[in-house]
Nanobody, 123 residues
Framework: QVQLVESGGGLVQAGGSLRLSCAAS????????IAWFRQAPGKEREFVAA?????????NYADSVKGRFTISRTNARNTAYLQMNSLNSEDTAVYYC???????????????WGQGTQVTVSS
């Protein structure tokens, strides 16, 4: 099993920034895909960004966050980050990190999920 714990959410004004963290523990793998998803009230969960951890660190972003959000990881390969800049009200959601062992950064089926962290952007 892999345990994922997100942190770093909170309340921020429009135009501001936040950095989310996802700490992974438990079973580890030589390489995997880690991603961020989000779910706003009344909406379906949507993909935000993914990084190929151990596979050259290739990344993929949703069009809605390209140029504003950056996904990264630590050298220790146990923590991933989502740097979010130029936030707006449409970014308000619960943000989840997720991990899968197989597949690519372009697929959306993930095996392990965190509990989520709330991000609220005030206008």
């Amino acid at each position: 099993q892999v345990q994922l714990v997100e942190s770093g959410g909170g309340l921020v004004q429009a135009g501001g920034s936040l950095r989310l963290s996802c700490a992974a523990s438990g079973r580890t793998f030589s390489s995997y895909i880690i991603a961020w998803f989000r779910q706003a009230p009344g909406k379906e969960r949507e993909f935000v960004a993914a990084i190929n951890w151990g596979g050259g660190d290739s990344t993929n972003y949703a069009d809605s966050v390209k140029g504003r959000f950056t996904i990264s990881r630590t050298n220790a390969r146990n923590t991933a980050y989502l740097q979010m800049n130029s936030l707006n009200s449409e970014d308000t959601a619960v943000y989840y990190c997720a991990v899968k062992r197989f597949g690519t950064i372009y697929g959306y089926n993930y095996e392990y999920w965190g509990q989520g962290t709330q991000v609220t952007v005030s206008s």
